[in-house]
C-alpha cells in the first residue's frame, strides 16, 4: 500500500472546501479554514505536489447540454486494448472502470435519446456481452473525501 501524506485538521478542511467549490479564492479559502491566504496557498501547493490535489474541473449538467439519458453500461471479457480504444474512441463514455467479478468493465455513458443509446450499446456489443441499465435518477455525485483516517481512524 502507497504511503499516504499525513493530514491535520486543516488538510481536511482545505480538501472539503476545494471539492465543493474549486473556484474559491486562495483568500477566500483561507477566511474559511481560518489560515493566512500565504498558509493556505502553501498547503493547497503541497497538496497538489503529494498527488492529492490532482486537478480541479466544471461540474456540468448532462441534460443542459442535450443528454437526455444516462446509463450505465457493464460489458463482459473482452481484449483489454480493443475495449480501452473504444472508450477513447467513444465521447458518449463520461467514466469507464475496470473492475473484477462477472464483468470486466463498468462505463457509465450520457446520450442523447434511445436511438443514441443503441448506438453505444451497439458498439460494446461488438466486443462482449452487455448488460445496460438506465440511470432514473442521481442521488449522490461527485461525494466529497475526507482523509480515510478522519472517517476511518482504524485506516
Known sequence: MPDTPS????????????????RLSMTELGR?????QPAVTERVRKLETAGVITGYRATVNPQALGYGIRAVIRVGRADYARIVR?????PEVVTAYNVTGEDSWVLEIAVVDVAHLDTVVSRFCELSETSTSIILKVTRDHQPLAPARAVHPGA
Request: charged letters at 25%; glycine letters at 8%.
Open 7 to 22: 493530514f491535520d485538521g486543516y488538510d481536511a478542511r482545505i480538501l472539503a472546501e476545494l471539492q465543493a467549490d474549486a
Open 32 to 36: 474559511r479554514v481560518h489560515l493566512s
Open 86 to 90: 473504444l472508450i477513447g474512441e467513444t
